[in-house]
């Protein structure tokens, strides 16, 4: 198979049609405001989702459109402790203050790791059913957290297992701080005193992993560091990188992204720890340094086992999609886009190395849709690949359905799925920092 058609020839959104069945979404009832639009004067700067789009998911889901409906109704059941009727302040892992350690298990503290898909998804239950009960617990969480701090203190190695806690988790406290910035009581001095946490506990660990790590460390790291940076904006604060340098957002923004793309393309600067070759995204879409974790090995041409090797690609993966999210959504696709001449470098081949493998189709280990189904749910609705397609079951009567991972990307059926006969166009987008 030629390596350029790995999975399928593939159109970004732009170029898309809602070809299925020849239908167009006004041929089937569906209410369509146009592509991009928002809520008008929200504050969001939207990171996977905007009050806006989810507006439109609740109305649909309100008129039993799928995927809308199962997806809206998933989330509600999470966010209300997996239970069917309205329960805002289930909250179950108490309260949290002070220095903070991680004993080097993940999730840890549980308030920061097993909290971040709850607090997302009772953000996201707050716009859908505009409950402010649900906001006034976000609200309180947040600032719980803010008042945290150390997280290993000035420990930057793998051993010290905040680093990546971290840089996993906040990402979904940002997500959820985002999607109340509309909330009235949400002040100004809430946001400050969140985002002085970001800048002065969060952001130094966040960026040593973005700096230094090239495996799954690097890929969450450069992206929360950009999702800090991006919050941090509009707050004229300076962030310090993990070597004391002074930056500004705008320049930590883009030193991330730049750190992301020279990880997947391969340097010789990062850690590249296991196969000490700076590889990256090779060019049939095999990232070395996660595939020596099991037992598949650095050159391995495709998943020997669904061990380490096989969670830890996934894994890589939530980062870098995470920050090409954060991107589209201020007008920029070079993560998505991203391919060497050579074809190294691709976060498409590396997603279909585990879906369709170029070197032998029957080894494709398929997903463990479990614990990162999100990842494809955002890959779909950029690519539109059929291959990925089929793996979330779009289109059949056992369509994925979102809800929380294991690490940071959560709920991708609400924030990116869409109905087979929909054109859903880009996201709303902001202005880079």
Request: glycine residues 10%; hydrophobic residues 35%; charged residues 20%.
């Amino acid at each position: 198979m030629p390596l350029n058609r790995i999975c399928v020839a593939h159109k970004p959104f732009e170029l898309f049609v809602a070809a299925v069945l020849l239908l167009s979404p006004a041929s089937v009832g569906l209410s369509m405001r146009a592509p991009g639009a928002t809520a008008v004067g929200s504050k969001s700067r939207g990171y996977v989702t905007t009050p806006g789009e989810l507006e439109r998911v609740a109305e649909k889901a309100s008129r039993g459109i799928e995927p809308y409906q199962a997806a809206v109704a998933s989330i509600e059941y999470f966010a209300n402790g997996n239970s069917s009727a309205p329960n805002p302040s289930y909250w179950p892992y108490g309260t949290i203050s002070g220095p903070q350690q991680c004993d080097h298990h993940t999730l840890q503290p549980p308030f920061l790791g097993k909290g971040a898909p709850l607090i997302e998804a009772k953000a996201i239950v707050y716009n859908l059913t505009v409950d402010s009960r649900y906001a006034a617990e976000v609200r309180q969480r947040l600032l719980e957290l803010s008042s945290t701090s150390d997280y290993g203190g000035d420990r930057y190695s793998g051993g010290n297992q905040c680093i990546l806690n971290l840089s996993w988790y906040v990402p979904s406290w940002i997500i959820a701080a985002d999607l109340i910035a509309d909330y009235p009581e949400w002040t100004a001095s809430d946001k400050r005193t969140f985002q002085t946490w970001l800048a002065n506990v969060v952001f130094k660990k966040a960026n040593w992993a973005s700096e230094v790590r090239s495996n799954n460390w690097g890929t969450a790291g450069s992206a929360t560091s950009a999702m800090i940076a991006d919050y941090l904006a509009d707050s004229g604060m300076p962030l310090t990188d993990s070597r004391g340098a002074p930056l500004t957002p705008t320049e930590a923004y883009e030193k991330a992204k730049r750190r992301q793309l020279d990880r997947m393309g391969g340097n010789s600067y990062m850690d590249n720890y296991n196969c000490h070759e700076p590889v990256g995204i090779r060019r049939d879409g095999g990232i070395p340094e996660e595939l020596a974790r099991g037992s598949s090995g650095c050159d391995a041409k495709w998943i020997v086992d669904r061990d380490k090797s096989w969670t830890y690609t996934m894994t890589y993966l939530q980062g870098v999609v995470m920050q090409a999210e954060l991107l589209l959504r201020r007008s920029d696709k070079s993560i998505y886009e991203n391919m060497a001449p050579g074809g190294a470098g691709s976060l498409l081949r590396a997603i279909c190395f585990l879906l369709k493998n170029p070197n032998d189709p029957s080894k494709s280990p398929a997903w463990k849709l479990s614990n990162d189904g999100a990842t494809l749910e955002f890959a779909y609705r950029y690519y539109r690949d059929s291959v990925i397609g089929e793996e979330l079951g779009i289109g059949t009567g056992v369509r994925y359905i979102g809800g929380p991972s294991g690490q940071m990307l959560h709920f991708g059926t609400i924030t990116h799925g869409f109905a087979p006969t929909e054109n859903p166009g880009p996201p709303p987008t902001v202005q880079a920092p």
